[in-house]
């Protein structure tokens, strides 16, 4: 079982909520939550992409910084972690990601990857005026096909001249060519989406369940889908920590922070804009307060509750590591490395290996 950081590179983290930590985010937090993973041992921090926020009263993700310009700071502030940057496809050209990537990957002595975000939310790109139009929805996982294909081949062969549909290159040239394999990760759900991590990618991030019901499914269906490709890629679970002392200051945690939901904020994430939040239906309220969390399931409790459940979630067959977020991620990251790893079965799986 790998771990990871899903760095807070957008204010307030992953929690829709006026109650829970608030703040901007900055270089200075990345770097005290990156190295403080690599003290406690985490394989691995991602930083995401994102270019426009939710808004609400907590101005969700209005505040964000910029992935690729981040991991190359860390990468000079770090000696041990894997670090991965998101791109958008639709924002940079692969021959110019291509050239950044081998650029952090000198800096961090070839501890650098991409993570291909896609695209798919239209309001991030209409705003620059990349949106190539609503075909896009179908088209995307075809775009980053090219897309990955086109650095691949620079990354091989220091020069491509690469034809398809929506890239075509002319003698272009990279080098230096990078140290290694550049590896790459995705978060594809769809079949599509995890046909193309399949045959691209490394490593396919998912949003689970606390239960472990839809992680058993998809590890389930993208071994099926691996196998077709004649490939091996693993599943990297997304998971909300909620650390306490005991399990009951855990949970009046976790309920103070629904209780604070930005339900304005929830209503434009999930597509709701028009949507009374003022809500005088307690059935809409709940729904709303159930997206708090972005439908990330959650780890709640004490050190030896959160021990537990990963344990269980870990013996899921093809999971192969867990992407977390905190509630206070500095301390969160300390927390979990000091208190609960120790207790991590999982672990002492790979420590006597």
Avoid at 330 to 352: D, H, K, N, T, Y
Wanted: charged share 20%; net charge negative; hydrophobic share 40%.
């Amino acid at each position: 079982m790998d771990f990871g950081v899903f760095l807070p590179i957008g204010n307030n983290g992953w929690m829709l909520s006026a109650t829970s930590p608030q703040y901007k985010p900055s270089f200075e937090l990345n770097k005290a939550v990156t190295l403080a993973a690599e003290k406690h041992g985490f394989e691995f921090v991602l930083s995401m992409v994102k270019l426009r926020g939710f808004g609400g009263k907590t101005e969700f993700w209005d505040y964000n910084l910029e992935s690729f310009t981040l991991m190359a700071g860390l990468a000079a502030v770090t000696s041990k972690i894997q670090l991965y940057a998101s791109v958008a496809t639709l924002t940079l050209h692969p021959a110019m990601v291509a050239r950044m990537a081998v650029t952090i990957d000198d800096i961090s002595r070839g501890r650098f990857g991409i993570n291909i975000v896609s695209g798919w939310n239209r309001s991030e790109y209409h705003q620059m005026g990349v949106w190539p139009g609503d075909s896009h929805y179908a088209e995307r996982y075809d775009h980053a096909t090219e897309y990955v294909q086109v650095m691949k081949e620079l990354w091989s062969g220091g020069a491509s001249n690469f034809k398809g549909k929506y890239f075509e290159l002319d003698d272009c040239r990279l080098l230096p060519r990078p140290s290694h394999d550049i590896p790459l990760v995705c978060a594809g759900a769809s079949e599509r989406g995890m046909e193309f991590c399949a045959e691209h990618g490394d490593y396919n991030f998912m949003i689970a369940d606390t239960e472990g019901t839809n992680l058993r499914a998809f590890n389930e269906q993208l071994a099926g889908v691996s196998a077709k490709a004649g490939r091996k890629v693993g599943t990297y679970a997304l998971y909300t920590v909620i650390l306490a002392d005991t399990d009951e200051e855990a949970k009046a945690r976790e309920q103070h922070y629904r209780g604070g939901a930005d339900l304005d904020a929830i209503a434009f994430m999930t597509g709701q804009a028009s949507l009374d939040t003022a809500g005088t239906t307690a059935s809409v309220i709940t729904q709303l307060q159930g997206v708090t969390f972005m439908g990330i399931g959650l780890l709640v409790g004490s050190p030896a509750t959160v021990a537990r459940e990963i344990d269980r979630l870990a013996e899921i067959p093809g999971t192969a590591g867990m992407m977390l977020t905190f509630d206070d991620f500095v301390l969160g990251v300390e927390r979990f490395g000091s208190e609960v790893m120790p207790l991590l079965g999982c672990r002492q799986a790979v420590a006597a290996d």
